[in-house]
């Protein structure tokens, strides 16, 4: 028996590409498994149930146990509503696996607040919705693993995702604290930086990159993050094409004023702020 087996693991966006095949992988580990999905389009229009559906019913036809849910994790009902999916078909609730986003690329001169916000309430909302919802019965239950999809754009930036890339790097700061609040209780907190061929990357991307990307490449160290027998925290990973990379913030060793510097003593210290040569893996100063 695989240490997944039994668990109930939420998905958000698991209707098609990356969070299907965390759903897959999951319930192949024994998981049970709720398939949140809008059944939107790739820019947050629309919705439908076919997608959510699909996925449930390969999961069952595999010999699994999965259940849909259509409820829109942008707004807080929408996320209560799903993790209330969960405990009304398997009783608990022990991952969230938040996956599900949208795209609406512009130019930073061009990004409209309307595209702004739209992205932000998927993404990273939506991240703070889901979790929010399913902390308290982690807590309760000593238990909890949470995995959020970040991107390599959130992490050092991409044209025309301003929007995009804020959210994601949003996602991080939120497993930072998730992972500091949650120890006591059992729970871990982590993000994964996907490269991989989907319907979000098909225009991002070259073909002849995205075809070195299948998504099946990802979802095992997704699985493995929400397992019990992973007690990593507060980390962020890079993972497509065959690589699995740790990223993390590094700091050097600064410079120290003793009195509050001229901006001109600033300027002539400012190679030795910056220099990288000696750093070690960063964390706060005032922790």
Not at 109 to 120: G, H, I, Q, R, Y
Request: aromatic share 6%.
């Amino acid at each position: 028996m695989s240490d997944l087996d039994g668990r109930v693991i939420v998905i958000t966006g698991a209707g098609g590409g990356l969070g299907r095949e965390y759903a897959l992988s999951c319930a192949g580990e024994g998981a049970r498994i709720v398939v949140n999905d809008l059944g939107g389009n790739r820019d947050g229009t629309g919705s439908g149930s076919a997608m959510a559906d699909e996925v449930v019913a390969e999961i069952r036809g595999r010999g699994g146990d999965a259940v849909a849910n259509y409820d829109d994790i942008s707004d807080v009902s929408g996320a209560r509503s799903l993790i209330g999916t969960a405990l009304d078909r398997f009783g608990q609730v022990d991952g969230v696996i938040h996956n599900a986003g949208i795209l609406r690329d512009s130019s930073f001169a061009k990004l409209t607040p309307e595209n702004w916000d739209a992205v932000m309430r998927v993404h990273l909302y939506g991240g703070f919705n889901v979790t929010s919802a399913a902390w308290p019965h982690f807590r309760e239950q000593g238990f909890g693993r949470i995995v959020v999809a970040t991107s390599t754009s959130g992490l050092y930036g991409n044209f025309g995702q301003a929007n995009y890339g804020a959210a994601k790097a949003g996602l991080v700061g939120l497993i930072n604290t998730l992972a500091i609040e949650g120890a006591k209780s059992g729970i871990t907190a982590n993000a994964v930086a996907p490269l991989a061929a989907t319907r979000m990357t098909a225009d991002i991307a070259p073909a002849e990159v995205l075809e070195k990307l299948p998504p099946e490449f990802v979802a095992p160290v997704v699985t493995h993050l929400v397992n019990p027998v992973c007690t990593e925290t507060g980390s962020v990973f890079v993972v497509g094409g065959g690589l699995v990379q740790r990223v993390a913030l590094f700091q050097n060793k600064g410079v120290t004023f003793a009195e509050p510097p001229s901006a001109g003593e600033v300027a002539d210290r400012w190679p030795d702020i910056c220099d990288l040569t000696e750093t070690t893996i960063g964390s706060s100063p005032i922790a």
